[in-house]
């Protein structure tokens, strides 16, 4: 064989494992069901805040302890503790990405990405009734 020829081989192989190893590392969206089937196993769940469940957060007492019911999108409620400081937008976000494992009937978070309400949402109301009020007239 050519130098050539081994060293494309060389780069092929190195190519495949490092598309392997993303590959584990990428995740889908998982619901509070799927969670809880995969004990111990490191999910990212898409939820919001359940506001009329209590949130326990002291910032002096121990300011890195959250804990919060979420509800994913098909309703489903879990237990959601967070040892780290509270995200800043935390309470005006409208979904949260929460990357953990869930475990004896908790939901353990290392990671909480917030998702803030879009600032156009507004504006679309907006020119929602400027389209219906000229087309009134």
């Known amino acids: 064989m050519k130098k050539i020829h081994i060293v494309l081989l060389v ?3 190195g190519a495949i494992a490092f598309l392997i190893s993303f590959m584990q590392n990428t995740s889908t ?7 809880v089937s995969k004990p111990g196993k ?4 898409m939820a919001r805040w359940d506001k009329t469940q209590p949130l326990e957060y002291d910032a002096l007492k121990n300011p890195n ?6 509800v994913d999108t098909l309703g489903q409620t879990v237990r959601v503790v967070y040892h780290n400081p509270k995200p800043e937008n935390f309470e005006i ?7 953990g494992k869930f475990n004896e009937g908790v939901f353990h978070c290392d990671n909480i990405q917030t998702k803030c309400p879009s600032k156009y949402k507004e504006d679309m109301a907006a020119q929602q009734k400027a389209v219906e009020n000229t087309m009134q007239n």
């Open 65 to 70: 302890y959250l804990s919060f019911t979420a």
């Open 11 to 13: 780069l092929i192989a």
């Open 42 to 45: 490191y999910v990212h769940l």
């Open 93 to 99: 976000s409208e979904r949260l990405v929460l990357k």
């Open 29 to 35: 969206y998982d619901t509070v069901d799927t969670a």
